[in-house]
């Protein structure tokens, strides 16, 4: 399945370009819009999808039988289920309509869906990773340690968790370069400063 809007928006937001629409961009005629819409999203490698009902029990190997076999061989990597229920597993044994694998998660017998691993599926874990990291500066890591000492004439002093905010924003820095790396586009904040990219 290709990228849904709401992806690219969350893409565009994680390597800083921002979330304004065509004409709501400055200094440049459409923006970054035709860059993730039109080269990106089309353009991103994905893999063979499939789902199954097989139930999954957390922390053992499981046996499952999916709708299609296409792409699921020996030692591929596939993401199983989506959203915080989605782990990447890799394929131990292959029959002609099983495969093998070791599961961390629990999967309903509902069904789920099942994706050999590509840059789609790469995409979507670092932006639930960079939205997860993300959310914990607002957790009690946070909230905890830290607050508001002083507000005077426009200036906030802040106390309290300064190892801790550090790590978190090299945590979701290092989550950002990845994503950049994946779809081969600068941050636009990088430094605090603002990346350009090149029309060729």
Known sequence: MALSTPEIEALRFELGYGNLGVGGFPYTSDGFQTLFYSVIAPNLTSGPET????AIVAGADATVTPVSMTGIV???RLVVDVGDEAETVTVRVVTLTTFTARFAK???ASGYPIAVESG?????QLLRDARAAGSSYTGTAITKAAGIKQVGQGEIEWFGA????ATMNSH???IRMQIAGLVRV???WP????SQLEVY
Request: with cysteine; aromatic share 4%; net charge positive.
């Open 51 to 54: 789902t199954a009902t097989t």
């Open 74 to 76: 020996p030692y591929a």
């Open 106 to 108: 629990a999967h309903p």
């Open 120 to 124: 789609l599926t790469r995409l979507r």
């Open 162 to 165: 300064g190892d801790t905010l």
């Open 172 to 174: 979701l820095r290092a």
């Open 186 to 188: 600068p941050l636009a």
């Open 191 to 194: 430094d605090g400063t603002c």
